[in-house]
């Protein structure tokens, strides 16, 4: 017999090869049906697995991240083997097949090349697998019988994969059918549990990330256990599509790239607008909380990089220069330059807590193949502040840097979770250092009753860090907002201030941002929006239509007024008809348009139009101001056709 721990608690008793699935039968027929995995001590297998020993046992199913990656994993094999069924056993040549976030995808070689109309065929004859419901079954096999197998199917992929794995690996292969992987899984028990799938589209990929390697074929796909689940799914990345921030961007006419700079944006006009809008907006807030704003170099000699100790963990995503013999680098953030600004002057223990903040450019390489439109670029903004602290100061600095986080993420509207990283593998300084720092990120959200997971090993390499998650109109997760806990940095620059005893202590420095990157954040702005922004930041805040040329002269004086009041505004003086141009402005994403004709003129009074409603009104331009000048001053949200968040922030 062996015994079983539960995850309540609870210990029960079973002979010796009882199955994972076996187990989930006697504590219920429900939890056996929807059971696609299990947990043996923390391990994760299949259902057929036998338990041989006393264990800690936990039932996977669907309604588990585990559970769904086990369904999708599954859903890749299907994939394999039915490109195997359609184009031949030794004509493709597999790569790997991992789970991606909503999905998976499978990298393969062959000599035709994929189309979005044979996705079609591939999918017809994955469901005639699904119909099959063949069984998905686990063997272990030698290393020898493993390159003996792989050999035979002609698949050097495989072959490269086995050899590099450790001497003591255990080699498991899966087989369905005719088909066969290797695979450590585990996976469902059979195709017939597939129940929702679509593949999505193909793409080129190096073989193993390595631009020295072959480029595969990837196809990706998504699959989940109910078809309205995967309805919604596809509706969802359709609506992505329509808001994705590069598409919108280039429309909008808020930014552009060159090949003369690549990964590194061109803000235009109206980009630079909400850029200005953002930056005015935080830099408010920040000289009413006690920041004061400076500015460091773009470039500084690599031995202040070696001192901080940014050169042993980014020296590969730096750029580096020569300059008078001597080598500096781009900075890749701007830590070490408010360093320098402290240690510049004596400070006593009655000056702190200091808070340094600074809009600071850097610039860090990214391979071509990773660089995202804003999402993920070469050179960008950072809203970044230090704050020098006494240890005492620690807690209420930090509760402070939370208020402010929070106050501007609910003016866009966010929701957000929070997550407590900890020491990373390549930390620098003592355990005893990191223990107490872990431990005042925590004692500050407990006292504050906010809800954080744990994320362990993501810290900074000098720093544990609470990261803000905020999600956004499509329930997307975006890391925005840091803060880190330092006590390593002012070691590093024998930092100092005079104390109370007149001797010299060393201050703690909490690392803070709120945006990130602020080229980051208005991309995730364009989308969370859809391009239709709250109207202090829209870049046009109103569209004026004169109806004919005969009410141009009007349409100048009216936009004279907008503008003294300092209300950004254009006028379409284009000889086109009022649908049209009504249109144009409905494109360009206006939050008002003003329609001018015979009646406004000879009343001196606006026809109003509202973004998202088609209904006008006839008002004053007085009173017209009052309102947006408000909206303006209130930072108000309009949540017009479900394209933004409604809700409060949930801390």
């Avoid at 035709?112 to 109309?117: C, G, I, P, V």
Wanted: aromatic share 10%; with cysteine.
């Amino acid at each position: 017999m062996v015994k079983v721990v539960l995850p309540d608690g609870s210990v029960r008793a079973y002979e010796q090869g009882v199955t994972v699935e076996q187990i989930a039968g006697s504590i219920s027929s429900a939890l056996r049906k929807s059971a696609v995995g299990g947990k043996v001590d923390g391990a994760l297998v299949d259902l057929r697995t036998a338990v041989e020993a006393d264990s800690e046992i936990e039932i996977v199913t669907l309604e588990n991240e585990e559970g769904l990656k086990i369904y999708r994993h599954s859903t890749a094999h299907l994939l394999a083997q039915a490109l195997k069924r359609i184009y031949g056993q030794k004509a493709v040549k597999l790569g790997i097949g991992p789970v991606i976030e909503d999905g998976f995808y499978y990298d393969i070689d062959m000599e035709k090349s994929l189309s979005t109309d044979d996705l079609k065929v591939i999918e017809k004859e994955m469901k005639k697998i699904i119909q099959e419901n063949l069984p998905i079954t686990r063997r272990v096999v030698s290393r020898e019988e493993a390159l003996a197998i792989f050999r035979e199917l002609e698949d050097p992929y495989k072959l490269e994969l086995i050899r590099d794995l450790p001497e003591d690996s255990v080699i498991s292969i899966y087989d369905q059918g005719e088909f066969l992987d290797l695979c450590r899984g585990p996976h469902l028990p059979s195709t017939g549990k597939i129940k929702a799938f679509k593949l999505l589209n193909v793409a080129g990929a190096y073989w193993r990330g390595d631009s020295n390697n072959i480029m595969l074929q990837r196809i990706y796909g998504t699959s989940f256990p109910k078809q309205n689940q995967l309805d919604e799914h596809l509706n969802l990345l359709e609506e992505a599509k329509k808001r994705d921030h590069r598409k919108l961007g280039k429309e909008l006419e808020l930014f552009m790239f060159s090949e003369e700079a690549p990964g590194m944006p061109f803000f235009l006009p109206k980009g630079m607008i909400i850029r200005t809008e953002l930056e005015d907006f935080s830099r408010q807030l920040q000289r009413q909380g006690g920041y004061d704003e400076v500015r460091t170099p773009f470039m500084m000699n690599v031995r202040m990089w070696e001192q901080s100790g940014h050169w042993d963990h980014y020296k590969d995503n730096m750029y580096f220069t020569d300059v008078d013999d001597t080598k500096f680098a781009l900075k890749p953030m701007n830590c070490p330059g408010h360093m320098l600004m402290f240690k510049n002057s004596r400070h006593s223990y009655r000056e702190l807590p200091m808070r340094l903040a600074e809009f600071g450019q850097v610039h860090r390489h990214e391979f071509s193949g990773a660089l995202n439109g804003m999402m993920r670029v070469r050179s960008f903004c950072q809203d970044d502040a230090h704050l020098f602290v006494l240890p005492s100061q620690i807690e209420e600095e930090i509760a402070g840097v939370i208020e402010l986080i929070d106050h501007i993420y609910q003016v866009f509207g966010f929701e957000y979770s929070i997550e407590l990283s900890t020491r990373p593998e390549d930390y620098m300084g003592s355990e005893a250092l990191w223990d107490a720092a872990e431990q005042s990120l925590q004692n500050v959200l407990e006292k504050r009753g906010i809800q954080y997971r744990i994320n362990p090993g993501d810290g900074a390499f000098y720093g544990p860090k609470i990261d803000f998650h905020i999600l956004d109109a499509l329930k997307r997760s975006w890391q925005c907002g840091t803060i880190q806990l330092d006590f390593q940095m002012p070691e590093k620059f024998d930092l100092s201030y005079i104390g109370e005893d007149n001797g010299k202590h060393r201050p703690v420095v909490i690392h803070r941002a709120v945006y990130g990157s602020i080229d980051r954040f208005i991309g995730i702005l364009i989308e969370h929006f859809s391009g239709a922004f709250p109207v202090w930041i829209s870049p046009v805040q109103v569209q004026i239509l004169p109806v004919s040329d005969r009410y141009n002269d009007y349409a100048s004086q009216v936009r004279k007024d907008l503008e003294e009041a300092g209300i950004r505004t254009e006028v379409d003086y284009r000889s086109e008809k009022l649908g049209y141009k009504i249109r144009e402005a409905q494109m360009a994403k206006v939050p008002y348009m003003i329609v001018l004709g015979e009646s406004e003129q000879a009343e001196q009074s606006i026809s109003l139009r509202k973004r998202g409603q088609a209904d006008t009104v006839t008002t004053d331009l007085q009173s017209f101001l009052a309102v947006i000048q408000q909206e303006i001053a209130l930072k108000s949200l309009e949540f017009l056709d479900n394209n933004h968040v409604g809700t409060a922030p949930q801390v």
